[in-house]
């Protein structure tokens, strides 16, 4: 926010920015220096905000240009505010680069009033599109607490000690064109330069040109060279070096673009110089050498020698080859120097002439390379040669002659002859004449020096091969010379000649074995002395034998192997000796060996000697082709049974023809496949073997032998054995009700047999058909017959009577039941002075009636009761609980006595209390009324005592007066009346046995 001394001013600004933005608007009203005018290529815009400390806007502070295209920079608009020097002037300068450093390109002034204000530049700058320059503008400083606005140009102030600024600028750019098409020509120390006038801005006048040069690439460019003219030579450049040359134009506003650079080097002539050759006239393998001196300056030279102007050579001497006979042959020299355009002399030789052959003397040689003297003997080897011949591929034939060139001798044109029995013979000489010729040369002859032919020598070896009786002996001769000789052969044994053993071989006889046998070898030939020669003497050695063995069989354990022997000599004795992996086998001496168990994997050989008399005993070997394996052996099995092959029934394996020592084991089979655990040599037919036919597998194991397995034919198809169902005992079975019970009937057969009954068991007792077991407790007494069958479809089924008598259990409860009572309302009654009977009838815990339970003591609550055995005479009419007890089992019933009770007519057969007119049960009825009551442990309801109590009620009319005791008191009727209430709680049958 401003402060209030500063919003005039603030105000002034802002019409100031307004002014701006308008003249910004109309860039016509922009006043640019008059002189200079040039377009504005600058955009408005506002440089990055940037701060500094301090309150002052110092020197050089400004703004990074980069210019849009190249030219004369004449000046530039700019948009500043420098607060606290609104009036005068100041300078504006232009540096290269992004900074104010080094020497400004230009330097002008500006108004400090503010807003937009121009610079113009004197001298103006020139600058490239695309480069750094720096606006540095004046010094100024103030005080203020705004920040500048978008397009207020530059502000020179601060704002809490930090200084602000942003600036707005357009610049001019005049640009005036480069001229076009330069080019420079070298000479001597000067280049031609050449160029297209520029066209100018419509009001810029072209006034000259400028040239500048500097060494190739370098950038250090001469001082300008004015001319008015668009060319130019430059003078004084040196010869060999490359120079750029640039030209511009000069206006009335000031210099134009660099035009594009062109490139020369100047280069000057030799003087002098002379070509010269040691023979004008060429000729094949003839060297002509060629040399030049005298230019100035010297030069570097080099050489071409053509020939048909096709070139042959660089270096200074040339050899014409036969390729070159009678073509013309040309050399020029080339001579080089820096700063010197090359320079040629050139010498025409003619054409190129035959060349001509030096052959030398023509040199003889023996075999050692020995030159041959005057005379040589006959088998001499004579080889010709031209040792120096020139040239040294020059081609030569060769004839050699006897005696004269007359007597040419047939078939002798090589380098090579061996001098003849006949040369010698007759005293003749021979001597060789050699023809050269070579391509591009004149041919010529060389003849050598006679040599007188001499009687020869012969040579030659005999030897023979090693004297074995029976075996011929051969003779060799070898390096025997003259290869025509004729040689003769003479057997000599010892010093004694071999009648009629001159042949090439002989045989010895028996008898010569240890004689020294020779030969002697004897050569004639033509012009030879006669020549003989004896062998080594070879002692006669024994003869030897060719024989052969083999062995016939299969190298198995039990199979007999047998040696052969083929190609020995009549009368051959033999020695043999069996082996084992190369090791002689104890006692195996025979022409048969059966191997063993020990010669299992092992090679079986035999070593034979052969003996004959006058010849080496030959000994050799044979070997099996593989190694022994083991023997195979061959065993039947078969099965011993008794009886048919049923369930149950043995069986054993019989099993024979095995080697001796072998190992049974056996296994046997259902339908082929083997009995789980069945590896015994008998075997006992199961009940899984139904149906199936049994076999057994036995396979017998012994060193040396492969394991043998052999099947026994099978059983035929496997029966059952018909079911069974035998009871443990059989008599019938008697068990006490709530008594555990087991009976066991035996159930057997193959297959299983399936088992059923009938009948019902007891209850609480079951029958498991699996075991055959009957087990349980008891509850319901009476008889029960059961018959078990057993079937598993092998004959007839199995049947069994199993007869269980259930007996009750001890007497757990008693059951009352009255006669000459009657029943009102569900309650029992009886008349007031009647006679009741009270029978019981007893049970055990299960509900089993028992007989007549013993002794049975009843006794009643009131005492006036008269009890007699099994009746009750009441003579009280008032609630009476009547008890039955027999040892610790008790029971009540309440009967109710009154002299209108209404009974039924008396009747033979105990009725149900709580229902008279139906026979009892064996039950334990409860009264709808009276709530049961649980037995008392060795207890019986006391009777009631009658007591005198004056505050007893009367009886009502209808009651009978009692006739018993004086009478009830009230606390007999209390205590009738509390046993009244507990009997209400249950009445029935009631157990109350004693537990301890």
């Not at 020197?59 to 530039?76: C, E, I, M, N």
């Not at 086998?585 to 025979?590: E, K, M, N, P, S």
């Not at 060996?593 to 008399?613: K, Q």
Request: glycine content about 10%; some cysteine.
């Amino acid at each position: 926010m401003l402060s209030r001394s500063a919003r005039p001013r603030r105000r002034a600004r802002l019409s100031a920015a307004a002014l701006a933005a308008a003249l910004v608007g109309s860039l016509t009203l922009i006043a640019a220096p008059a002189a200079q005018a040039a377009p504005a290529t600058g955009t408005i815009d506002r440089a990055t905000e940037k701060q500094w400390s301090g309150l002052s806007f110092p020197a050089g502070s400004g703004q990074v240009y980069v210019p849009s295209r190249s030219g004369q920079l004449t000046g530039a608009d700019i948009n500043w505010w420098p607060y606290g020097a609104t009036n005068g002037t100041g300078p504006v300068s232009v540096y290269a680069g992004s900074s104010p450093t080094g020497t400004a390109l230009a330097t002008g002034t500006i108004s400090q009033a503010g807003g937009w204000q121009t610079v113009s530049f004197v001298t103006p700058p020139t600058v490239t599109a695309g480069s750094t320059y720096f606006f540095a503008l004046p010094k100024g400083s103030a005080w203020t607490s705004n920040a500048p606005a978008p397009g207020e140009g530059l502000i020179v102030g601060g704002r809490s000690s930090v200084g602000f600024e942003s600036f707005n600028y357009r610049t001019y750019v005049l640009t005036i064109p480069a001229p076009g098409s330069l080019t420079a020509t070298a000479d001597d120390g000067t280049a031609a330069l050449s160029w297209t006038a520029p066209t100018p801005p419509a009001d810029t006048t072209v006034t000259g040109y400028e040239t500048e040069y500097a060494v190739h690439g370098s950038g250090s460019w001469s001082a300008p060279a004015a001319t008015t003219a668009t060319t130019a030579t430059v003078t004084g450049l040196t010869n060999g070096t490359s120079y750029d040359f640039r030209v511009r134009a000069t206006t009335d506003r000031g210099p134009g673009l660099w035009s594009t650079t062109a490139t020369a080097t100047p280069m000057g002539d030799f003087a002098g110089g002379s070509l010269t050759v040691d023979d004008a006239k060429p000729a094949v393998g003839k060297s002509v050498t060629a040399s030049s001196d005298g230019w100035v300056p010297a030069p570097s030279l080099t050489w071409s020698w053509t020939v048909d102007g096709a070139p042959v050579s660089t270096a200074a001497t040339y050899t014409p080859t036969p390729d070159d006979l009678g073509k013309a042959v040309q050399v020029t020299v080339t001579a080089n120097a820096v700063g010197r355009h090359t320079a040629t002399k050139t010498s025409d030789l003619g054409a190129v002439d035959s060349g001509t052959i030096a052959p030398g003397t023509v040199r003889i040689a023996d075999a050692r390379d020995a030159t041959v003297g005057s005379s040589a003997k006959a088998g001499t080897v004579l080889t010709a040669s031209l040792p120096a011949v020139v040239p040294t591929d020059a081609a030569v034939r060769y004839q050699w002659y006897r005696d004269s060139t007359d007597v040419q001798i047939p078939g002798a044109t090589a380098e090579q002859y061996t001098v003849t029995g006949r040369d010698a013979v007759g005293g003749h000489s021979v001597f060789v004449i050699a023809s050269v010729t070579s391509r591009g040369y004149t041919a010529t002859t060389a003849t050598s020096a006679a040599i007188a032919a001499a009687s020869g020598t012969q040579t030659g070896t005999v030897t023979t091969s090693a004297a074995t009786v029976a075996e011929p002996i051969t003779a060799t001769t070898s390096g025997w010379t003259p290869t025509g000789a004729t040689v003769a052969l003479q057997w000599f044994d010892g010093d004694r000649a071999i009648a009629g053993a001159t042949s090439a071989s002989y045989t010895p006889a028996a008898a010569q074995a240890g004689h020294s046998l020779h030969v002697v070898a004897t050569g004639t030939a033509e012009g030879y002395d006669r020549y003989s020669v004896a062998s080594t003497p070879a002692v006669v050695g024994e003869g030897r034998q060719h024989g052969t063995v083999g062995i016939d069989g299969d190298p198995a354990v039990g199979t007999a192997l047998t040696v052969t022997d083929t190609g020995w000599l009549d009368g051959t004795s033999f020695d043999r000796r069996w082996t084992r992996d190369g090791v002689a086998i104890d006692g195996a001496t025979g022409a048969t060996y059966t191997p063993s168990a020990d010669d299992v994997d092992a090679v079986i050989g035999v070593t034979v000697t052969g003996h004959l008399d006058g010849y080496t005993d030959r000994t050799v070997e044979a070997t099996t082709d593989i190694t022994v394996v083991a023997g195979t052996q061959h065993a039947s099995a078969a099965i011993d049974a008794t009886g048919t092959a049923q369930v149950g029934a043995e069986l054993t394996a019989r099993s024979t023809g095995w080697v001796e020592g072998t190992e049974l084991s056996y296994r046997w089979l259902r339908d082929a496949a083997a009995v789980d655990g069945a590896t015994s040599r008998t075997y006992t037919l199961a009940e899984a073997d139904l149906g199936h036919v049994v076999s057994v597998e036995v396979t017998g194991t012994l060193a040396g032998w492969k394991p043998f397995t052999v099947t026994s034919d099978g059983t035929v198809p496997v029966v059952g054995v018909p079911g069974t169902a035998t009871p443990e005992s059989p008599l019938p079975t008697r068990v006490v009700a709530g008594e555990p019970f087991r009976y066991h009937v035996d159930i057997a057969g193959s297959p299983a047999p399936t088992v059923t009954f009938d009948g019902d068991l007891p209850a609480g007792l079951t029958f498991d058909p699996t075991t055959g077991d009957i087990t349980g407790v008891p509850t319901k007494a009476g008889l029960s017959v059961i018959r078990i069958t057993a079937t598993n479809g092998v004959g007839f089924p199995a049947v069994s009577t199993v007869t269980i008598t259930v007996a009750p259990g001890a007497l757990d409860a008693l059951t009352l039941t009255t006669s000459g009572t009657g029943t009102t309302n569900g309650t029992v009654t009886a008349e007031q002075g009647s006679t009741i009977r009270v029978d019981a009838i007893g049970a055990d815990s299960f509900g089993n009636e028992l007989p007549t339970p013993g002794d049975v003591t009843l006794t009643s609550s009131v005492a006036s009761d008269e009890i007699d055995g099994a009746t009750v005479t009441f003579h009280h009419a008032s609630p009476h609980v009547i008890t039955a007890t027999v040892g610790t089992v008790s029971a009540s019933m309440l009967i109710e006595v009154s002299p209108t009770a209404v009974v039924a007519p008396p009747t033979t057969e105990p009725t149900n209390p709580t229902n008279p007119t139906e026979p009892t049960t064996p039950t334990q009825p409860t009264s709808p009324t009276i709530p049961s009551v649980e037995p008392t442990t060795g207890t019986v309801v006391d009777p009631i005592a009658d007591t005198d109590d004056p505050a007893s009620p009367a009886p009502d009319a209808e009651e009978l007066a009692y006739t018993g005791a004086d009478g009830t008191g009230p606390a007999a009727v209390a205590a009738l009346l509390a046993v009244v209430l507990g009997l209400c709680l249950r009445i029935g049958v009631r157990r109350s046995r004693q537990r301890s």
